[in-house]
């Protein structure tokens, strides 16, 4: 079957891309073939005059790569060859004598996009399913098929820049204002406006729009000549290596293509397949493309082991805690639709936590993510209260109070008799066990754990956990509502701290074993940044607060023992009753308005080692606070509690910030190797004995020289 028919409205050809058997298009190579074949045809027949490009699917026109595709490139030769490949085949596209008109609606993304940029002339529908953007970075790669050239001479220099470096996926009416596309429309006149446009274009009576438009007097007087560009360039690239901390190649080679590009025309595609070569084999590449397998297949993962009962539809939620976690779960729920019934114990809490909602629903009508009316349905959504009056509706309840067992078993006796017998009760607690809350509950078969991370409507992570107890039902409701928030879910079995909790409190307590050593604040936290987290150890301690930090030190050492005992610095600053950035007094300095400042150096006078700070080589300070995460996300799976490799780098990736160009903790162990992590492991064993013995998977792995995912990332399912 074809993926491309044509059908002839009075010269002009109207084709409709609808890959069969797929949800969405993708640039498969069957595509290309028939695209090439079709590009050739119309050559030739002087009956067509026009052509229209639509899409048969409902959501996307054209939504990028086939990734796939990806993984058989085994050289970058290989990759520059199916750049140079897609190059040449819309090269076709453009130089066509007769005009083409790319009627877009629903996702056009990357070499989806490349195509549309190659026709002579496009209309999107203003939709909110219409969203353009060149996301390859996302990928470790880069546009690879004239989009590097095309997208700056169609928008101009600084928001092409923009769109690739960033991935920004741009919304239709938005694509329209930057010029990237020439009309916008209503879906239901789409198909009959294209035809109109073509059959125009090909009369004259239409002229296709070669410059950028709008781009004000800066904008014209910074990317029209040499100089100016180089200043656009250097200050992009400066951009560039701030954020990523020169751990992802791929913006700047899409840079370098860019900048080629105005060399002249051949300099710039030569260097973009040469560049995409590179992307395609590049460890980061790799480890990116396995994150999206990764997530992809856990969106196809029910959460159980098939045959998978049917989740229950959501259609009232109840929140017991309208506080931090509670509101910011609420506002994620209302934007889904569902209702939500918000408890806490006074009115003036609830009055508090329907203000946070209101605030983060707020906050997307100013980004004009929503407009003011779907804002007050949202809002609407939210019903605050002090008993239980309207739980009884509700297919799920969760509870987000204080982390104190006692409390999270009251509140669970006392809600219980208010539900329904089949409803889902989850807590949102971060470390206590699930099974212990559940000791209090008439039905500790309806119990599991949903724990969000903050803040919940930016974090990506949802951790189900499931004691023996709980319903199959239940796992596959909190997973499928999990999901339908927008969450990655990853389902792990019951005990202290999980799995995210527990590997970050590894990695914490090294943090604070090094300040015992002597190292610095800031030196601990550059060396974890330059490994690649989003912010170091004791900033993050600041930010999560140093008491909640403290709590989980007690419950995890209480379960694990000598491995897991909280450093003496956090002990004493915890003692000192600092709490981090919320009460403005941590290891940093905040200012009135919240910003952090430089290190607060009266906190050393609460370290063991008191002022004087030593130096301690930074790749020890990595090595160590890495390796005592790892060997920790090891053991999680050497016990059960991953039920796969793949949850457990998804779980720390998205969760709490592992590098994603390192793939997540097993992959990294795969890249470096069993056998150097165990050597790695050992030696750090003999120096500070009993924190560093090897998990015994680990061993295994070494021994059999095994790795946690198959080399060469292909596909996880
Ligand atoms: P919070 O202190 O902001 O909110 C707790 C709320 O529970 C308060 O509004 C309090 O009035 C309310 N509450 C206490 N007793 C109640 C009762 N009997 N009935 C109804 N409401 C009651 O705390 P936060 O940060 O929202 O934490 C809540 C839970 O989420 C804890 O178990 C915590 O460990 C967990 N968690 C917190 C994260 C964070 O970053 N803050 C991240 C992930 C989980």
């Not at 066509?96 to 026709?119: F, K, N, Q, R, W």
């Not at 002579?120 to 004239?146: C, F, M, S």
């Not at 969106?299 to 259609?315: F, H, L, S």
């Not at 993510?369 to 949202?378: I, K, M, S």
Request: net charge neutral; glycine share 10%; hydrophobic share 45%.
């Amino acid at each position: 079957m074809n993926a491309l028919t044509t059908q002839h409205d009075d010269g002009i050809a109207v084709v409709t891309i609808d890959l069969p058997g797929a949800q969405v298009n993708t640039v498969t190579a069957g595509l290309r073939a028939e695209f090439a074949e079709l590009f050739t045809q119309l050559a030739g027949d002087s009956s067509v005059k026009g052509v229209v490009i639509l899409s048969g699917k409902a959501d996307t026109w054209l939504a990028g790569a086939d990734i796939d595709e990806f993984l058989t490139l085994h050289s970058a030769a290989d990759g520059e060859a199916l750049s140079r490949g897609g190059q040449a085949l819309l090269d076709k596209l453009e130089t066509l004598a007769i005009p083409v008109v790319a009627a877009i609606h629903g996702a056009c993304l990357g070499g989806g996009l490349e195509t549309a940029l190659a026709c002579r002339y496009r209309i999107a529908t203003d939709h909110p399913k219409t969203v353009l953007a060149l996301p390859e970075v996302q990928l470790g790669l880069i546009p690879g098929a004239g989009g590097t050239q095309r997208l700056p001479r169609l928008i101009g220099l600084q928001r092409a820049l923009d769109m690739i470096l960033t991935s920004r996926t741009v919304r239709a009416k938005k694509a329209w204002q930057m010029g990237l596309v020439d009309e916008l429309v209503h879906p239901a006149i789409l198909r009959e406006v294209a035809i109109d446009r073509a059959r125009k274009l090909a009369a004259g009576t239409l002229v296709a729009r070669h410059a950028p438009k709008d781009r004000g007097a800066t904008g014209r007087l910074l990317e029209d000549n040499p100089i100016g560009r180089s200043i656009v360039f250097r200050k992009a690239r400066e951009g560039v290596t701030e954020k990523t901390h020169g751990h992802y190649p791929a913006p700047l080679a899409a840079l370098r293509a860019v900048q080629a590009g105005y060399e002249n025309r051949d300099a710039g595609y030569r260097e973009e397949a040469r560049a995409f070569g590179e992307m395609t084999v590049s460890e980061v590449s790799r480890e990116l493309i396995f994150l999206f397998f990764a997530t992809t297949a856990l969106k196809r993962d029910p959460g159980v082991a098939e045959p998978a009962p049917q989740p229950q539809p959501i259609t009232t939620l109840g929140v017991i805690g309208a506080g931090f976690m509670g509101a910011g779960i609420a506002s994620v729920a209302v934007q889904q639709g569902t209702a939500v019934r918000l408890k806490d114990t006074d009115t003036a809490r609830v009055g508090k936590g329907i203000a946070a909602v209101s605030d983060v629903l707020g906050e997307r009508v100013k980004k004009k993510q929503v407009t003011r009316t779907q804002y007050d349905n949202q809002l609407s959504l939210v019903g605050g209260t002090t008993t239980y009056a309207g739980f009884r509706r509700a297919e799920l309840v969760i509870e987000a109070v204080f982390e104190d067992l006692a409390l999270k078993h009251r509140v669970l006796r006392e809600a219980e008799p208010m539900l329904h017998a089949n409803t889902v009760f989850a807590s949102n607690t971060s470390t206590i066990p699930i099974a212990r809350i559940a000791e209090a509950a008439a039905r500790p078969n309806r119990v599991l754990g949903m724990h969000f991370f903050s803040p919940v409507h930016k974090m990506p992570l949802l951790e189900v956990i499931v004691t023996p107890a709980t319903d199959k039902d239940a796992t596959v409701t909190a997973v499928a509502f999990g999901k339908r928030l927008g969450k990655t879910v990853i389902v792990v079995n019951d005990a202290p701290g999980f799995y995210t909790t527990r590997t970050l409190s590894a990695y914490m307590n090294e943090a604070g074993r090094l300040l015992d050593d002597g190292a610095s604040v800031e030196a601990i936290d550059a060396a974890l940044l330059d490994f690649g987290f989003p912010v170091g150890p004791i900033t993050l301690l600041d930010e999560v607060g140093i008491d909640i930090g403290g709590k989980v030190g007690v419950v995890l050492s209480e379960a694990f023992g000598a491995r897991m005992a909280p450093s003496e610095s956090l002990r004493r600053v915890v003692e000192s009753g600092r709490t981090g950035r919320k009460g403005r007094h941590g290891f940093y300095l905040y200012g009135d308005d919240g910003g952090k400042g430089a290190v607060d150096t009266t906190i050393y006078e609460l370290l063991p080692n008191g002022a004087p700070r030593r130096e301690i080589d930074a790749s020890e300070i990595s090595q160590r606070c890495v390796l005592a995460m790892v060997n920790e996300a090891v053991r999680c799976l050497e016990e059960g509690v991953l039920r796969s490799a793949r949850d457990g780098d998804v779980g720390a990736v998205f969760g709490i910030g592992f590098p994603p160009f390192r793939g997540g903790p097993f992959r990294y162990v795969d890249s470096v190797g069993a056998v150097a992590i165990v050597e790695a492991l050992e030696q750090l064993d003999g120096r500070f004995p009993g924190r560093f013995t090897p998990a015994d998977l680990l061993l295994e792995h070494a021994r059999a020289r095994r790795r946690f995912h198959p080399a060469r990332g292909a596909p996880v399912s």
